[in-house]
């Protein structure tokens, strides 16, 4: 293979998306000891994606050097494979992001008089030449995949990358809160995170100063080559999924099973579905670890993984069990910050030990309030119904207290209360394609924090969620205001119900998008959703009317996805089984 196509190659694997391109050229600049950094894109990073920061600067020949393929000045020999102590070592990320961009390096070391600059479009390199600058580095990749289509077409919408790259950003900012990270889109600030060096601090720029008042300081824990530390949630406050779960090895995020088994463990197992919110920092001497077994360096291997996962569930436990007991974090004294570094000095990840302030007492959240709808005087009077026919079935009891039994003329017939609610539900879904579905406003609006990487997904599903009779509005960055729900549908937890349901779109499990009538597999979701949450006990004492409602339905054997609602036993096939025996 030519070098491009090398290149090419190369970028498959570390460049997917516009937040990858991100991860390396700030990653770049934190291993040259920037003190800030900003970020700016445009068309969530595929028009232009511009990162420039303070640090250490490059001097002509490494300016030149730095877009060959396996060109790093952060590892000299194989030794160097045990000891890494960089975020960015590979040599690959720059020369891989040129070969699918145009890329735009200026940079001068403070030292120098001028600086350099160097340009590559899609793999061709043009001569270095002098440039005036600031000391630092600014590199401007634009038009990414322009000459790999095929990459490009599978990107998602602009709001959509542009939320995974505000999340890249994000970890970066919380593993490195002793640097200012600012982030700019289309023009405007997303957000200016000021350096400090009091890791709840950074911390409520992210998620709140009421949620991060809960935060419950770690229990510092050290073993031989090993040091734990960082926040943790109560378990009351716990989430659905694992949005505000974030672990950092050595300054870098991973996404390790080894650590979130020890975390459980620590809490002495949690309910499943249920994830508490954590922020956890580890220290590993770098002999312990792998970090180069992932091309993108998503994933480590400890190489004593017991002591890991002893200190952690060590932490944890101490955590909570100090908590419990009503003991404040403020006798515990913090660990000095680190001392400044010059910009030219690039950063140690493995010596980061961010101050972690003193915790408050947690403070106890006020209950939330009730969704109680308003009375609006809107809607319609219930039409009088005509004294519905009786029907040919006759309620004979319960299974279990999860089915229905009813007798009719043919046998004997099964009902599954949540089987059936699901379909009732689509199939009033639906009919609101011919008539408006009503909807019910809330007195007090809930409000909805949503993840950066969601937000553009959950705004792609608002068109649904509007025809099935939600009334959502945007409140400010990344937060959505719930003011109306469906009339039909009695909720008892607004914003739990519609972030789960949200969620599900979010995870990639249902994609509007493919479909050619996208308002019917949403449909199908909702009634999927609020049947499974509805209490079946309270189904089953009214069977009868149940039973009524499921067989006005077009189709009311089966559920949307096909699963029964009735299951039928007729007396001949029940003559037929007692005869066999």
Sequence with gaps: MDEVLASQVAAGEVVERPASVVKELVE?????????????IRRGGVSLLKVVDDGCGMGRADAELCLRRHATSKLLDAAGLFDIRHLGFRGEALPSIASVAHIDITTR???DLEGTRVSCDGGEAEPP?????????????TNLFFNTPV???FLKSDDTEAGHV?????LHALAFPNIRFVFTREGQVVFDVPATHDLRRRIADFIGQAPAARLMRMRPTEAPGVRVSGYLMPLSAANRNRRMQYIFLNGRPIDDPIVMRAVRDGFGGFPTGLHP???IYLEVDPALVDVNVHPAKREVRFRRPSEITLAVTDAVAATLAAHARGESDADEPSPAPPPEQPAETPRTPFKLRPVLEPSQEELPLPPAP???????????APAPQEEPEPLPFRHIGTLHDTYAIFENS????????????ERIIFERLLAGNRHPIASQRLLVPEILEMDARDMGIALEVKPQMEQAGFLISLFGRNTLRVEAVPAFLPLRRVASFVQELLLIFTRGEVRLNRSRAPFEPFAMQLARQYARQEDISALLQAPLPLLAELLRCEIPYCTPTGKPTLLPFSMSEINRKFQAQ
């Design 151 to 153: 990459r490009r077409k």
């Design 109 to 111: 070391r403070a030292e």
């Design 410 to 421: 043919e046998g004997l017939v099964l009902l599954a209360p949540r089987a059936a609610r």
């Design 129 to 141: 030449m002098s440039a005036g600058c600031a000391p630092g580095t600014e590199i401007c990749v």
């Design 28 to 40: 770049n600049s934190i291993d040259a000891g920037a003190r800030c950094i900003r970020v700016e």
């Design 370 to 380: 009730a969704p109680a709808p308003a009375d609006t005087g809107s809607a319609p």
């Design 166 to 170: 505000e999340h890249q950003l994000k």
């Design 277 to 279: 919110g954590l922020f």
